[in-house]
């Protein structure tokens, strides 16, 4: 049997491993699935290379916006910004 992704989201912080002058260091993703799925998803989402790691952090009001004008489905990930 498959496992649900959930219905909450999962903020992830993407570093570039190659910081190449072209290409933001950071960037913030949210994730409508479980930590542990979110881990998988983002990085599969960023170019080769770069690692994952869960933030622990509430959304902005701003960015708790975004993910629900999106329509996001369970599973999928967005970028919210670059640093």
């Given at each position: 049997?498959?496992?649900?992704?959930?219905?909450?989201?999962?903020?992830?912080e993407v570093t570039a491993d190659d910081l190449s002058p072209s290409e933001p260091k950071k960037q913030l993703w949210i994730a409508l699935a479980k930590p542990s799925q979110a881990l998988t998803l983002v990085p599969a989402a960023v170019p080769e290379g770069w690692t994952a790691e869960l933030v622990v952090q509430n959304l902005t009001e701003e960015q708790q916006r975004t993910p629900e004008g999106l329509n996001l489905k369970p599973g999928d990930v967005y970028r919210l910004t670059s640093k």
């Open positions: 049997m498959a496992e649900s992704f959930g219905s909450s989201f999962t903020i992830v």
